[in-house]
């Protein structure tokens, strides 16, 4: 493994008790970080701290990342406890099942562009003042290739994730100038519990898309994360870093 200069920074991750948010913990601890990691699962909160096995860098807070509420209280908290926040990677996702477009229930179709579109807004809203303030951040949004190329029956995730990286380019514009970068990764799928979301032809299509013909392994995703999180990421903002397998063509 490569080491990622991250000493002495803190990051806030989304969706951090498992899955790609996990395994970001685990190499940003490596490369020095402290973490903050936000879930609405205080169980498997719990779990991601004893495995992390590094208690007196990681903390934890149970948050709603839709309500903006309990976003403002989770920000103050983690900056409180660890006296800054200079990165925020905002993975938390679902998928919302599989259908047709016309055939998806309208409430399934609102929660995932909740859960994946507005609740990143929220953070960023609660969380670029406090980078602001320190004069420095990272922000990567984990969007998915889904976003580039739009899946079938999947229409809602597709649209949250195109929607991310519209966020992300709009953003890195406005905070271009304040030593602040937001970039976006992209990935191809990853063999996470959100595949318990999916229908099994679903995963059997998102394989056969992808010429290297293997999901990404987490760890991958959390390795391009951690370089965009550090200091040698410099010149870039607004970016769109594709780790699909070969997937992506443009």
């Not at 191809?188 to 999901?215: G, V």
Request: aromatic share 6%; with cysteine; glycine share 8%.
């Amino acid at each position: 493994m490569n080491q990622i200069d991250l000493a002495g920074r803190v990051a806030v991750i989304t969706g951090g008790a498992r899955g790609i948010g996990l395994a970001t913990a685990e190499r940003m601890l490596a490369s020095g970080a402290s973490v903050a990691l936000w879930d609405m699962d205080r169980a498997a909160l719990d779990a991601a701290v004893a495995a992390l096995k590094a208690p007196d860098r990681v903390t934890t807070e149970v948050v709603q990342l839709t309500d903006l509420q309990s976003v403002a209280t989770a920000t103050e908290a983690s900056a409180r406890k660890h006296g800054k926040i200079d990165i925020l990677v905002n993975n938390a996702g679902i998928t919302g099942g599989n259908d047709l477009l016309w055939k998806l229930d309208p409430a399934v179709w609102r929660q995932v562009i909740d859960v994946n579109l507005i609740a990143p807004f929220l953070v960023c809203h609660q969380i670029v003042p406090v980078m602001l303030n320190n004069g420095y951040g990272r922000i990567i949004n984990i969007a998915s290739v889904a976003g580039k190329e739009g899946n079938p029956k999947a229409s809602h995730y597709s649209a949250s994730k195109a929607g991310l990286i519209g966020l992300t380019k709009s953003l890195g514009k406005e905070l271009a100038t304040s030593n602040i970068l937001v970039n976006c990764i992209t990935p191809a799928a990853a063999r996470t519990a959100i595949f318990d979301q999916m229908a099994p032809d679903f995963i059997d299509f998102m394989l056969s898309k992808i010429p290297m013909n293997r999901f990404v392994e987490v760890k991958e995703i959390a390795a391009m994360a951690c370089w965009l999180a550090s200091e040698d990421c410099s010149f870039t903002t607004g970016g769109v870093f594709d780790i699909s397998g070969g997937r992506a063509t443009y």
